[in-house]
């Protein structure tokens, strides 16, 4: 799943821009989701996509998810995948909130660390603020390793696996 990438981005979904060999292959071998609902807010969304549920249904204040929430990451874990998250998260700041919300293993900026530095400097960009499972890491551009340890780690945990007969693929 990803967050402020365009449908038309995907060559899967017919878009011609970009090269995107490896979403591809996942959406035709995987199971898709086709049809969502968004805001046009980036952590809104993120709170609408992990719970499935309109924002009217689920929203405390601007980034926070309710701790008493279920999230994708729960029931794909239930079936026994293992999770993985990557990427802004200013959905709690609590050490535990990735795992508390059902993922094995995280790789965040805007998690326990504020998006700018007190000079008014962004925390995202050229050297990343992230924090690799609660763990704070200041990355350099040039050595970006470190960020794919998580997802590597995911993808496989779940390579053998196939999709569970009550997920339904399109």
Known sequence: MSDDMGYECVRANGGTSFQTPHLDELAS???RFTHCYSQPLCTPSRVKIMTGMSNFRN?????VLDRKQT??????KKEGYATCIV????LGKEIDSPQHFGFDESCLWQHTRPART?????TRYPNPQVEING???TTIMENMGPMWSP???????????????SVTTQ
Do not use: E
Not at 87 to 90: D, N, P, R, T
Not at 118 to 122: E, G, L, S, W
Not at 151 to 161: G, P
């Open 29 to 31: 071998t995987g199971a």
């Open 59 to 63: 929203y405390v204040q601007f980034g």
């Open 71 to 76: 999230t994708f990451a729960h029931l794909l």
């Open 87 to 90: 990427g802004k998260w200013q």
């Open 118 to 122: 007190p000079d008014n400097k962004d």
């Open 135 to 137: 763990k704070p890491k």
């Open 151 to 165: 997802i590597t780690s995911a993808i496989s945990s779940n390579a053998t696996r196939t999709a569970p007969s």
